[in-house]
């Protein structure tokens, strides 16, 4: 079944309200105001049943040039939109102004219906239509067919019916059908009993009840607490629909025309959007740099202002790559149309094409390579454009996060990266590698970047190892917050694990990092080492404090660091406290010791233990804390007694 959603435009009192009530049997102008004056103000809605199933909703704008905003609310999401020109008036401004909006929304199809036939003689009508031949040539429009109506005889509804139901059955699957969910809203309101109700056209995704979504702008997460599709409850509602949502969560007074209703997580809020931009001929004077302009996009219309990077204005008919600095944020995918206005007075100047939603101030001094990038995300392949997004970010990035910074779809992405993983293994530059998480699915890393980190790595390690020779690397905080201190630590011993597996580094004991093999301690350190080992060694149970063996042995403060420490990582010194370590054979002779004594008695005292190993009161004291420390023994009043 499809769901064709159709948006009327034109000129004001041309008739696309009586169009759509004779179409549709439902009068799409719904204020009391409307209907005294005789004007669609607010946007209008109906909906018709056509033969074989499908569904066509309208959406009947307003035509005066003081609602242009509320027309470009409506239009937004349309596959196909209604020109109406009425047969008394012909071509009017805003017919022009209507016509170039749909132009610059690339809004897929277009019907042009001439109105008010009853009005004309009956000759008048084949110059009209010439005209308006004239009028759409040269446009992706030139062969919109062009019919004929009245809505006081109704000549015409049928042929135009038919033609809505061919279209419908033709309408092209939607490139987002399978995207996150995605409604912009166009309308607020509260139904008694029900609370807050927003409605609007489903540009992706589908919603059904229940649903946990939320609104990026004002930071609300909502439940759909009901769904209704042209005034029926629905369970589930489709991409293309026209859609009331019942919310559960958030006020009327809290939500407004251009919010977003989507996914959390998915869409981010943004007030810098890189674009491409393209102004109408008919804009009569350059767009200045910096200039004030009103931005349209879905629903939103926001005030900002216009960057133009390589020029300081852009003429009638040029286009350029240009960012909006908006004063408000706004919920944007890639390749989104847009229309700007200018700030005073109120006219439509162009558009373009949204190029990176979530944009970042860019520096003069990077312009050349500021405008290759804006040219290759707006031309290039899914795979270029995907190589770049990695590149630049130098970051982990998972399918998802890749997806949503550059609106494509996760298919779109997973088979890009599929192709760029194939160039990484045959060794091609611009090949990206996939890294498997502890937690999560796979992230990726273009292949030369991951090359520039390992050398870095290297670089680290080695530099690090030659300060700290007796070392067994470089701890893995350290290396992470000198080399790697914006990765997540998930992606960080990813990295790690893929390296392991390599054979570029290895872990020891889980905390550091060393290159992989390792390599045997020699030179004068393993003489270092030896020494303090022997002195240790001959002082027996008078073992000295650190301070002395120093300078006993001639060694500086930097050098007997490295060597207690390496020696106390190795367990063959053991610091019982401050400045006193002891040798390891010690320690095992002390505690075989102990263990003979608790055999027959019952606890110990400290001049006992002190002549039981045949030492000094101090170090008596220092091991016996240390065995209360790692659970041998309990200390009781002034006794140790066995730990149990």
């Given amino acids: 079944m499809a769901y064709l959603v159709v948006g009327t435009a034109g000129h004001i009192d041309h008739g696309k309200s009586s169009l759509v009530r004779v179409l549709s049997g439902i009068n799409p102008d719904r204020l009391k105001e409307e209907k005294q004056r005789g004007i669609t103000i607010e946007l209008g809605f109906a909906y018709i049943q056509l033969p074989g199933g499908n569904t066509l909703a309208i959406v009947d704008v307003p035509g005066h040039e003081r609602f242009i905003k509320n027309m470009l609310a409506g ?114 309101f509260t139904m008694p009993g029900f609370g807050t109700v927003v409605t609007g056209t489903l540009f992706s995704g589908q919603i059904a009840v229940g649903d946990q979504l939320y609104i990026p702008t004002k930071n609300k997460r909502v439940r759909v607490r009901n769904l209704q599709v042209h005034s029926k409850n629905v369970e589930r509602a489709q991409v293309g629909q026209r ?107 162009g558009g373009g094409t949204v190029i990176e939603p979530v944009a970042r101030k860019h520096k003069k001094r990077d312009l050349a390579q500021t405008l290759e990038e804006m040219n290759l995300k707006a031309q290039g392949s899914p795979e270029e454009v995907i190589y770049l997004t990695l590149t630049r970010q130098k970051k982990l990035l998972a399918v998802e996060e890749i997806a949503r910074q550059t609106g494509f779809s996760d298919k779109q992405v997973e088979g890009a990266l599929a192709a760029l993983q194939k160039v990484a293994a045959e060794g091609a530059e611009g090949g990206v590698v996939s890294l498997a998480l502890h937690e999560g699915g796979p992230v990726y890393v273009p292949a030369a970047l991951l090359k520039e980190w390992e050398q870095a790595l290297r670089r680290e390690i080695n530099a690090y190892l030659q300060e700290n020779p007796l070392e067994p690397g470089i701890k893995k905080e350290l290396l992470r917050s000198r080399l790697f201190s914006g990765l997540e630590l998930n992606g960080f011993n990813a990295l790690l694990k893929h390296w392991e597996q390599q054979e570029k580094l290895a872990i020891v004991d889980g905390l550091y990092i060393a290159p992989f093999g390792g390599g045997a301690i020699t030179g004068s350190w393993l003489e270092k080492i030896r020494a303090v080992e022997n002195y240790y060694r001959d002082c027996g149970w008078q073992v000295p404090v650190k301070r002395l063996a120093e300078e006993a042995l001639h060694l500086n403060e930097k050098q007997a660091a490295q060597v207690w420490g390496y020696l106390t990582r190795t367990g063959s010194l053991l610091q019982l406290s401050g400045d006193l370590y002891l040798p390891k054979e010690l320690f095992l002779e002390a505690q075989s010791k102990l263990q003979q004594w608790f055999q027959e008695n019952s606890d110990i005292t400290v001049a006992q233990f002190r002549d039981l190993v045949g030492t000094s009161r101090k170090i008596a004291i220092s091991l016996l804390e240390y065995l209360d420390r790692i659970k041998f023994t309990v200390r009781v009043g002034d006794k140790r007694t066995l730990w149990k």
């Fill in 243 to 349: 859609v009331a949502v019942n919310l559960a969560g958030v006020e009327q007074k809290e939500l407004e025309r251009g919010d977003v209703l989507t996914v959390e997580g998915k869409l981010i809020p943004s007030q810098r959007v890189d674009v491409s931009l393209f102004l109408l001929e008919s804009a009569e004077k350059p767009l200045r740099n910096h200039g004030r302009i009103r931005f349209h996009q879905g629903t939103s219309e926001v005030i900002g202002r216009i960057v133009l990077w390589d020029r300081e204005e852009l003429r009638p008919g040029e286009k350029a790559f240009a960012q909006l600095v908006l004063d408000e944020p706004v919920v944007l995918q890639k390749e989104d149309r847009y229309v700007i206005r200018r700030y005073s007075p109120l006219t439509t100047i």
């Fill in 75 to 188: 239009v937004a999401g349309i596959d196909l939109a209604l020109l109406i020109v009425a047969a008394d008036e012909g071509i009017m401004p805003q017919t022009r102004e209507h016509f170039a909006i749909l132009r610059l929304l690339n809004v897929e199809q277009l019907m042009v219906v001439i109105t008010k036939t009853d009005l004309v003689d009956a000759e008048w009508l084949p110059l009209l239509k010439e005209e308006l031949r004239d009028f759409l040539a040269g446009t992706e429009y030139k062969e919109a067919p062009i019919f004929t109506f009245s809505a006081v005889t109704q000549a015409g509804k049928e042929e135009i019916l038919a033609a809505l139901n061919q279209a419908a059955r033709e309408l092209p699957t939607r490139r987002k059908e399978e995207g996150i969910v995605r409604l912009p809203i166009d309308r607020v």
